[in-house]
């Protein structure tokens, strides 16, 4: 079977819930993916951020055939010998006490959302059922219905409400909307420390510290979703980490697991996590022994190979070289670390037919909204690799 036959297989009897790239992968090692027709492509997009360690990185690849001979599920009723190692890792390379383990970042959200409710109401004293959380104008934390609900994006809830209360969107950026939003029902505000679904948006210098300081002095949480951002992809551990914030609750996932298997965690301290009760939240998988396998062989990866190092480094020359590029359509490059945008000018049409320009040339990136190029590679990747890529983008971004 060729890629046409893939490509028809799947439009037939698969829900169109995505507008993927004619291209059928095979294979993955490192930076690199493989058609099935044996073609070779650099990918860009990590899976959203996913695989920041690289395709089947031979380390946690060991991790997983080694924990899944032993025991791949057990629920939580009862207990393994892999998440309370995966447990004391995650508390000693992030700084937070505790952490709760689920599988999607959607779920690691809503776990984060009932966690901010049920504090607003047994620790600040807020009249139960009546919580807000103010979130952002161009957030994205996953589809699940009450996730949706506080989406300011018309497409990605339309068709789908009646939706969950207790939510207040305000413009991103302002730190002041915040402040102005606030009411002593205001159980926490959620954002993302950079807007990746939004198209890259990085808000202004001192936001993230002028947000957390409206928190903490209006005793409401701070919550950060760096289920993108997080785990080196901008070039810190955190990116709340370039202002020296430290949010109340921090929720990861993607990269977490290295992109072998779904695994997303809340991160807080005791007074937060503590408040969970037997019983009120759970996961049959969250926190199964496979999962957390993986999850601390992919952490190790990440701190043995200085990850977020790389991606400093990486990105800052990447987004220096893509800024020098000519090119009558671009309008903006920004990022941080290795999560790049590239923002086109709306005369250009549309970013999808430079990504499909680009898979030609064996470039693979995904539009994100209609006119911003993601440029997101695997954080392992080198400057010989991006030196190489750098005529055929150039070649793309001049095309008529
Ligand atoms: C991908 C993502 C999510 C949702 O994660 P899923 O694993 O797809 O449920 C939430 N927040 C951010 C910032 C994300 O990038």
Not at 311 to 333: C, N, R, W
Not at 378 to 398: A, F, M, Q, S, Y
Request: contains cysteine.
């Amino acid at each position: 079977m060729n890629t046409q036959d893939f490509v028809a297989l799947e439009e037939k009897f698969g829900a169109h819930n995505y507008h993927p790239l004619d291209v059928v992968i095979e294979r993955g090692e490192g930076v690199w993916v493989y058609d099935v027709d044996g073609k070779r492509y650099l990918d860009c997009l990590s899976a959203y951020s996913a695989v920041n360690q690289g395709h089947v990185h031979p380390k946690i690849l060991k991790a997983l055939i080694e924990q899944a001979s032993k025991v791949t599920l057990t629920s939580r009723a009862f207990r393994n010998n892999q998440l309370p190692l995966l447990y004391k890792e995650l508390s000693e390379i992030t700084g937070y006490e505790m952490s709760l383990p689920m599988n999607s970042g959607a779920e690691a959200v809503e776990t984060a959302i009932k966690l901010a409710r049920k504090w607003a109401y047994r620790v600040k004293g807020v009249k139960r059922h009546d919580a807000e959380i103010i979130v952002v104008d161009g957030n994205f934390h996953g589809r699940t219905i009450s996730i949706v609900s506080f989406s300011s994006e018309e497409f990605y809830k339309g068709d789908f409400g009646p939706f969950t209360p207790g939510f207040i969107s305000v413009a991103y950026g302002d730190a002041d909307a915040i402040a102005d939003a606030i009411t002593p029902n205001t159980a926490a505000v959620m954002i993302e420390p950079i807007q990746g679904e939004a198209g890259v948006i990085i808000p202004p210098d001192g936001y993230l510290q002028k947000v957390a300081k409206i928190c903490r002095k209006n005793n409401v949480l701070f919550i950060a979703d760096e289920i993108q951002t997080g785990l080196g992809r901008t070039g810190r551990l955190f990116a709340c980490d370039y202002e020296n914030v430290r949010p109340d609750m921090a929720i990861i996932g993607k990269a977490l697991a290295g992109g072998f298997y779904p695994v997303s965690a809340v991160l807080a301290d005791k007074d937060l996590l503590g408040l969970f009760s037997p019983g009120e939240h759970g996961s049959t998988f969250g926190g199964n022994p496979l999962g957390a396998a993986v999850a601390r062989a992919a952490l190790q990866v990440m701190v043995n190979e200085k990850l977020a190092e790389r991606a400093d480094e990486l990105g800052t020359y990447f987004m220096e070289q893509l800024a020098e590029i000519p090119s009558p359509h671009v309008k903006d490059v920004r990022g941080k670390g290795l999560l790049i945008g590239v923002e086109l000018k709306p005369e250009a049409k549309g970013a999808r037919r430079f990504c499909e320009a680009l898979q030609d040339r064996g470039i693979l990136v995904k539009e994100t909204h209609q006119h911003v190029i993601r440029f997101a590679p695997p954080l392992v990747i080198d400057k010989e690799t991006i030196d190489g890529i750098l005529p055929p983008i150039r070649e793309v971004l001049n095309m008529v």
